[in-house]
């Protein structure tokens, strides 16, 4: 039998990734599966030398050292990285590589390019395993991302970090100020994994939950006991399978000299406010703010919207984007003045929110915050003559579900709204699967009413430009579910 060169010395025993550490987590289900157990289980086998497990030691060159290593500088201030996309990838497998490179270039001055005649690019390959050099190498300098393991978007950025000059994060050199290393749970020839590297920090605190954080249980060879506890709180939570945190997205602009006004969120739920913005960035006349929830789709909703409309909103304004940058499909298009913004529902997990404003604007003038979370299903509709549909339609919808489904017309538009179709659990009382309908663009909006079972839904029309459409189902039964029609007509 032979042996993966990351296991030679010593066989460990499968590790309980189920098991956590004791404690209470928002969000538990994040922490099984991490970014580097994924990698350490798809680069098991691989007869690529590694280092750290993931990390491709170069011929003549130290694998703890990165000297004279980053991506080059343009005049305009953009570091542009190029790349080539192996031809053994689907359309399907590109796509999910270029929309985790997407978010660097949303969010940082780093951006990749597909490569034309660069001499120095990634060739990004499906090799054996996930893997990458530490920064730029020259050449065609591969990172490989095998088709089958290494496509997560926590993967994909894992390793592009690397190529771009970053090590795991528990390799820094004040590591032990806030990790224990348990080396008693550990193959002695997997101890190298875990040195430290005389790293920059950048002057930017420690991240627990950086994308290139190991998780609890890296390279342990003892069921159910990790080789990393965190100090002082042993239960604090290390390693995350999502993506880049806001930390990581710190570092590269901080590593690559970018003044940008620019923001990740991320977690279940949060918010976003534009004094915050003015105070931190008061010379900016722009700002990002990209909103990674951890599962289902953002829910956006404004709760202050005051702008002043400077130049009939070309000056002064907001705009919403339905992913993660301004060439995804827009959900709000300049919005200024005073007005309440209907809640917004992204099509995925990811949306970004831009504020232009003019030089000189006075805090007082503008104002704006917004909270987001998730919710399980739904969209948000403003293009006239569509379909709306309970979840999985033409399928039963599943348990379990909360949908927000916002139909937003132009001013001055009324919406016309008929279901051709409407079968829910039976409930006498409408409380267990249900269809709730506001006539405007909030849950506190006038009810138009509150359907279920197979009742004949009326024509509805809107008073105003937007409905809200709640639906609701239990924890068992089901039914075929429902399916609207909706136009939009010239406001009474």
């Known amino acids: ?16 990734v189920d098991q956590l550490p004791s404690g209470n987590y928002e969000d538990e289900e994040a922490y099984h599966e991490d970014v580097f157990s994924q990698i350490l289980k798809s680069n098991n086998g691989t007869v690529k030398k590694l ?22 500088k343009s005049a305009d201030g953009t570091v542009r990285v190029p790349y080539r996309l192996s031809a053994d990838y689907s359309d399907n497998e590109k796509s999910s590589i270029r929309d985790a490179l997407l978010e660097f270039n949303t969010l940082t ?35 490989s991302l095998m088709s089958s393991g290494c496509l997560a978007k926590g993967i994909i950025q894992h390793e592009v970090d690397h190529a ?38 950048l002057d930017l605190p420690y991240d627990y939950s950086s994308v290139m954080h190991y998780g609890w249980y890296a390279f342990s060879n003892t069921s159910g006991q990790p080789s990393l506890r965190p100090k002082p709180d042993p ?14 997205v710190s570092k590269v602009k901080e590593l690559y000299g970018c003044k940008l006004c620019t923001y990740l969120l991320t977690g279940v739920n949060g918010s976003l406010d534009s004094h915050n913005y003015m105070s931190e960035y008061p010379t900016e006349t722009s700002c990002l703010w990209l909103i990674r929830v951890n599962k289902n789709k953002v829910l956006l909703q404004f709760d202050t919207f005051r702008m002043s409309p400077s130049g009939g909103c070309t000056d002064n304004y907001i705009m919403v984007y339905d992913g993660p940058s301004r060439s995804s499909r827009v959900l709000v298009e300049r919005a200024c003045g005073s007005l309440e913004l ?32 998730s919710v399980d299903c739904g969209g948000t509709y403003r293009n006239d003559n569509g ?39 039976y409930s006498f009382s409408c409380s267990y699967d249900y269809l709730l309908i506001h006539d405007g663009s909030q849950p ?44 939009f007509v010239p406001a009474l």
């Not at 993931?54 to 991506?71: F, N, Q, V």
């Open 164 to 201: 771009l000059g970053f090590y795991h994060e528990q390799s820094r050199s004040d590591r032990d100020t806030y990790i224990d290393v348990l080396w008693q749970y550990i193959c002695e020839s997997d101890w190298g994994s875990f040195e430290m590297v005389d790293t920059d920090n």
């Open 444 to 487: 506190s909006s006038p009810e138009v009413g509150r359907f279920c079972s197979d009742m004949e839904i009326p024509t509805i029309v809107s008073t105003g430009n937007v409905l809200l459409l709640q639906f609701y189902s239990d924890h068992w039964m089901n039914n075929l579910g429902y399916r609207a029609d909706y136009h």
């Open 235 to 248: 239960t604090a939570n290390i390693g995350q399978r999502y993506g880049l945190s806001p930390l990581d």
């Open 51 to 72: 280092w750290q497990g993931d990390i491709a030691i170069e011929t003549g060159r130290s694998a703890t050292k990165c000297t004279s290593c980053l991506w080059p």
């Open 387 to 425: 379909t709306v549909t309970s979840p999985g339609y033409p399928n039963p919808y599943t348990n379990l579900v909360h949908c927000m489904t916002t139909i937003w017309a132009p001013p001055g538009y009324q919406i016309i709204l008929n279901f051709t179709l409407f079968e829910l659990e």
């Open 1 to 16: 039998m032979v042996l993966s060169p990351l296991l030679i010395g010593c066989i460990c025993f499968p590790v309980a």
């Open 342 to 373: 209907p809640l917004l529902v992204a099509s995925s997990g990811v949306l970004l929110v831009e504020f232009v404003h003019q030089k000189g604007l006075r805090a007082s003038e503008t104002e704006f915050r917004a909270s987001y979370s």
């Open 109 to 143: 001055c780093v951006h990749f390019v597909e490569r034309s005649t660069e001499e120095d690019f990634l060739d990004i390959v499906s090799d054996s395993g996930c893997w990458s050099s530490i920064g730029r190498t020259g050449g065609a300098q591969t990172l």
